[in-house]
Every structure is written in structure tokens, then in C-alpha cells.
């Protein structure tokens, strides 16, 4: 699948990715309950804490300027490291500003990656290539996370929850230390513009980034309160439901990947942007917990679909534009988390439909600005990478 120069690349990338998830995910499963359990958190508290978690993402785009004192991947491992770093101190800082000054560390960490990471693969691997490393990756993802949970699970009956934090935790710097000691890089990648700029031709790839962003928001914040807090969802099925959600995106994911070269970017967009409008008008009005669990199933996979506006952009830009435009890209996926829990959160309190609601218009939103998306005829700017 690879050349040999390419290989080093993928990787660093898969072992960065599988140390991300292992934080990410660990930290997940984790907070909540440390939250109420040992630091006895409110509903106030919980959401700011969720505001510090997403500024991180809203200043995504001053990883350019890190870029012009260190090497992209070496960004990459730096940003594992730091989100290592935030999740193992997480147990030690028993308070509301402990839990949200380790929640920015980590934060910073794991959106820093998640830049680099999506611009290393787009200027090491080929258009062709691509769609396919990226549903590896995603595929490892799910894996990781169900790894994650098994770490849980083990630790759980034998140490507290500052042990966990702190294990998962020293299992993410490590990782991240390796990969501080590699270079996958080599010579024939065209230099990287390092400044700040939008351009008028990536409009589009703007606009489908940030209305990505706001129906991500949309699902993060509600539809797992919605599956706890209407259908009454126990701990244990959410954790059944987390383990069958990650072992279905580990076959789908690559399966993606081949989609969107066999049928292009348009068409698995606009099969996105259709099942996201079906999944919140269901979410809105669902009457039995099977449905709802479905729905969580099908969202999650769609939501990897968004890998088609990625690629998409890929072929569509300069080759030196693409780390600076993907940071911008970044942070306008995340314009949405500054507002958009604050005032769904407000819309439920009305009606708990009314953001399901708001979901399916962005998707109608999104499903129109699909219809402009097209591929230059050349096929591509890496494609020969």
C-alpha cells in the first residue's frame, strides 16, 4: 500500500493516534464520575469545565506559529506528550480549577495533535492514498478507545481513580517520548506557507468545516444526554453501547476511506448530511431506547465521513497552504463549541427536540453546500506524493 519512504509516516502517525485515544478516551470514561464521585462537581461547573475543554480548538490556528520554532512532527509528539501530562496530573487536583486547568493541558495537547495530524497525512500521503490513511487511523482510533476501556475496567477493581489518571496518563508521555526521538519526514514535501490566511477558493472548505463543527456540537452535548436523561440509560449500557459503537467504526472506517475514492467526495458527503437530518428528526421524536441506541451507532459512523471535506481540500490546494489552512480549519470547526452548548442547552430547557431540531437544519444546510463541491480535473496537487 505504502512506498518505503511512507511508511515511517504512517507509522509515527498510528502510534501518536493510538496514544491520543488512549488519553482521550481514558479521560472520557473516566471524568464524569471523578467529577461528582471525588470532587463533587455541578451542572454549572461540568459545562464551563466543557467551555475550557474546547478553547484549545477555537485556538487551533496558533499552531502555526508554534511551527515556526519546531518541526510540524515534532509538534505532533510534543502535543502527545502535553496531553499525557494533562490526564495523569488529572487525579491530583481534586478541585473545580485543578479539574479545568488539567483539562487545558490536556486539551491543548490533544487538538494541537489532531492539527498536525491531519496536515502530515495530507502532505505525506497522496490523494489516492489519503482517504485510505485516514481510515486506518480512525479505525485504530476505535480500537484504541475499546483498549482504553479494557485498561478501565482492569484498574478499576484495584486502584482509585488518581491511579488510573495517572497510568493512563504515563502511558500517553511515553509514547509521545518515542516519538519525540523519530523523523518520518523526508525531503520532497514543498515547504509550508507559515502565516495566517483565508482564501476566497477555499470557501467551501470553510463552510462544510464549520457546519461539521456545529453538528458535531449537537451530538457531543446532546445526544448522550438525551440517551441518559430521557430513555434513562444505566452506566452499563452506555458502556455496552461505547464498546459496540468503537467495534463497528473499526471495520467501517476503512471501508470509507475506499468509498470515497470509488465514488468521490460529493456523493459520501451528501449520504452524510442525508442520514444526519434522518438521525436527529428520529432523535427528536424517538420513542424506545433500541431506537435512540441505533441512532447514537449510525451518527457515530457518519460522523467519520467527514474525512470527504479533508480530502476534499486536499485536492483542491495549494501544497503549501496546507498546514496553515488546516489549523485555520481547525479553529473554525470549533467557532460552534463557544456558543452552541450554551444556547442549545438553553433551546432544551424549552422543549428537548428543539436542538435535534436545530441539528437536522444544519444538515439540510450542509447537504446544499455538498452539491458545490468539485475536483479539479488534475486529479490533485499530491497526487504524485
Not at 515534532?74 to 481534586?94: D, K, N
Not at 489532531?114 to 485510505?132: D, G, M
Not at 460522523?303 to 497552504?321: E, G, S, W
Amino acid at each position: 500500500m505504502f512506498a518505503a519512504h511512507q511508511k515511517p509516516m504512517f507509522r509515527f502517525l498510528a502510534v501518536l493516534t493510538a496514544a491520543s485515544m488512549v488519553g482521550m478516551q481514558g479521560y472520557g470514561i473516566l471524568f464524569n464520575n471523578f467529577a461528582v464521585e471525588t470532587v463533587h462537581l455541578e451542572g454549572q461547573h461540568i459545562g464551563l469545565t466543557q467551555s475550557v475543554r474546547e478553547i484549545p480548538g477555537f485556538l487551533a490556528l496558533t499552531a502555526v506559529y508554534a511551527m515556526m520554532v519546531i518541526r510540524e512532527h515534532r509538534l505532533a509528539a510534543l502535543s502527545i506528550v502535553l496531553l499525557g501530562i494533562g490526564v495523569g496530573l488529572t487525579g491530583f487536583f481534586p478541585s473545580f480549577a485543578g479539574v479545568a486547568l488539567t483539562t487545558l493541558v490536556m486539551s491543548f495537547g490533544f487538538h494541537y495533535y489532531e492539527t498536525a495530524n491531519q496536515s502530515l497525512t495530507l502532505q505525506y500521503f497522496s490523494t489516492h492514498l489519503s482517504p485510505l490513511v485516514m481510515g486506518r487511523l480512525r479505525s485504530l482510533a476505535a480500537v484504541s478507545s475499546i483498549v482504553s476501556a479494557g485498561i478501565i475496567w482492569v484498574l478499576g477493581g484495584y486502584v482509585g481513580y488518581r491511579g488510573m489518571f495517572l497510568i493512563l496518563g504515563g502511558v500517553v508521555v511515553c509514547l509521545g517520548v518515542w516519538a519525540m526521538f523519530q523523523d518520518p519526514t523526508h525531503e520532497s514535501i514543498p515547504p509550508q506557507r507559515l502565516r495566517m490566511f483565508l482564501k476566497r477558493r477555499y470557501w467551501l472548505y470553510y463552510a462544510l468545516t464549520f457546519m461539521s463543527g456545529a453538528r458535531r456540537q449537537v451530538f457531543m452535548v446532546f445526544s448522550m444526554f438525551l440517551l441518559v436523561k430521557m430513555f434513562h440509560f444505566s452506566v452499563r449500557e452506555m458502556t455496552l453501547l461505547f464498546i459496540i459503537n468503537n467495534a463497528i467504526n473499526w471495520f467501517i472506517n476503512p471501508l470509507i476511506g475506499r468509498a470515497i475514492n470509488a465514488f468521490g467526495e460529493r456523493l459520501l458527503c451528501s449520504i452524510e448530511y442525508i442520514g444526519v437530518i434522518a438521525v436527529f428528526l428520529t432523535y427528536a421524536y424517538a420513542s424506545s431506547k433500541g431506537m435512540v441506541a441505533a441512532m447514537y451507532i449510525i451518527d457515530c459512523i457518519l460522523y467519520n465521513f467527514a474525512v470527504a471535506i479533508r480530502t476534499y481540500f486536499q485536492k483542491i490546494a495549494d501544497p503549501q497552504d496546507i498546514a496553515p489552512t488546516s489549523a485555520v480549519g481547525f479553529t473554525i470547526n470549533h467557532v460552534a463549541a463557544v456558543f452552541l452548548p450554551a444556547l442549545g442547552g438553553y433551546l432544551w430547557m424549552i422543549d428537548y427536540r428543539i436542538p435535534f431540531l436545530g441539528g437536522a437544519a444544519l444538515g439540510v444546510i450542509s447537504l446544499a453546500l455538498a452539491q458545490f463541491i468539485r475536483i479539479p480535473a488534475h486529479g490533485g496537487t499530491a497526487a504524485a506524493r
